[in-house]
């Protein structure tokens, strides 16, 4: 079984930074693009970033110039750095990746359990 695990979320003053981790763990081929979404009190989950395997990246309007995606392709291990943080930015965060289980298989679409972010004096 593939897994996706988040960490690093918390309560941070406005104006502060964050950084996000996923791993992955489990038996699989590849991953390829990975990504995070969240969801905030109220609002539909979105899309904020997400990065291919060759580590072109993809970010939402709301959060460019203040996040930043990254992954270690040996770790398997996807990042996200948060900074000049808004209440608005506060939301339960997801990381996300579409992986191949096997060579020739299509991808799967795979989440997080998610971590929740708060942004808050």
């Known amino acids: 079984q593939v897994h996706l695990v988040e960490s690093g979320g918390g309560l941070v003053q406005p104006g502060g930074s964050l950084r996000l981790f996923c791993a992955a763990s489990?038996?699989?081929?590849?991953?390829?693009?990975m990504g995070w979404y969240r969801q905030g009190p109220g609002k539909v989950r979105e899309s904020v970033a997400d990065i291919t395997s060759s580590g072109v990246t993809n970010y939402a309007d709301s959060v460019k110039g203040r996040f930043t995606i990254s992954r270690d392709n040996a770790k398997n291990t996807v990042y996200l750095e948060m900074k000049s943080l808004k209440p608005e930015d506060t939301a339960v965060y997801y990381c996300?990746?579409?992986?191949?289980?096997?060579?020739?298989?299509?991808?799967?679409?795979?989440w997080g359990k998610g971590t929740l972010v708060t942004v808050s004096s």
């Open positions: 996300d990746a579409f992986i191949k289980i096997w060579r020739f298989q299509p991808s799967t679409h795979y």
């Open positions: 489990g038996s699989f081929f590849s991953i390829n693009t």
